[in-house]
């Protein structure tokens, strides 16, 4: 069956720190995303990749890089993490092309202090 | 530009019927059905494309007015199960851009 994993359900980490979220999935499937979600304002996509060492900026991207290095790994950062990312960070996994179905992690709920 | 669903949120009891809808200020190519249970992961509903081919595995229906740039999923006779987070998502360059959910409730 498809698996998308996170690596944490639960973080906490500081102002200032620099964050690593791990996202990796086993479908070998071309298309990778970070989301954040917060209540009322729905998943909102952060970074996008579609091959290893490629990646496009989502529709919310300031205060976040990507980095793929191999195909079954997305990894988001947050350069140094402020109040306002406090957040549920959902991965998400596709094939390539058009009309492909998304298929999601758990989310990693991220607080920052 | 984020599409909006409306309700935001409906309440229901089981057998009840629900419509959700999801509408773009933008041409509609396709649009992708989420559901979210609480603690969960988002889970793929079907798929409606232009020219009306529909691809899922839910027994749920769903309809998709280019014209109005607009797509309803339709619940009928709801089962407990249904209770969740719906999200519609329009497709463009391999991308999706998600409303802000619509919050389903199914009371016995």
């Known amino acids: 069956d498809v698996k998308v994993t996170q690596s944490s359900r639960y973080l906490v980490k500081r102002t200032g720190e620099k964050v690593f979220l791990e996202c990796v999935q086993d479908?070998?499937?071309?298309?990778m995303f970070w989301y954040r979600q917060d209540p009322g304002l729905g998943l909102r996509l952060i970074y996008f990749?579609?091959?290893?060492?490629?990646?496009e900026k989502g529709d919310i991207p300031e205060g976040y890089s990507v980095s793929r290095e191999k195909k079954e790994r997305f990894s988001l950062i947050l350069e140094s993490a402020s109040t306002n990312q406090t957040s549920m960070y959902l991965c998400?996994?596709?094939?390539?092309?058009?009309?492909?179905?998304?298929?999601f992690g758990d989310g990693t709920r991220l607080s920052i202090l | 530009q984020q599409p909006v669903q409306s309700p935001q949120a409906v309440i229901l009891r089981e057998g009840e019927d629900a419509v959700i809808n999801c509408s773009s200020s933008?041409?509609?190519?396709?649009v992708h059905w989420y559901r979210q249970k609480h603690g969960e992961a988002p889970v793929f509903l079907m798929i409606?494309?232009?020219?009306?081919e529909q691809k899922g595995h839910e027994k749920i229906s769903a309809s998709f007015n280019e014209k109005k740039q607009q797509s309803s999923l339709y619940l009928t006779a709801s089962q407990l199960s249904y209770s969740g987070t719906y999200f519609c998502?329009?497709?463009?360059?391999?991308?999706?851009?998600f409303g802000q959910g619509t919050r389903l409730t199914i009371n016995p």
């Open positions: 933008k041409a509609l190519y396709s």
């Open positions: 990749s579609y091959d290893v060492k490629m990646k």
């Open positions: 998502g329009t497709e463009g360059a391999q991308k999706l851009v």
């Open positions: 998400a996994s596709s094939l390539k092309g058009g009309h492909q179905p998304q298929h």
């Open positions: 409606l494309l232009k020219g009306g």
């Open positions: 479908m070998d499937h071309e298309n």
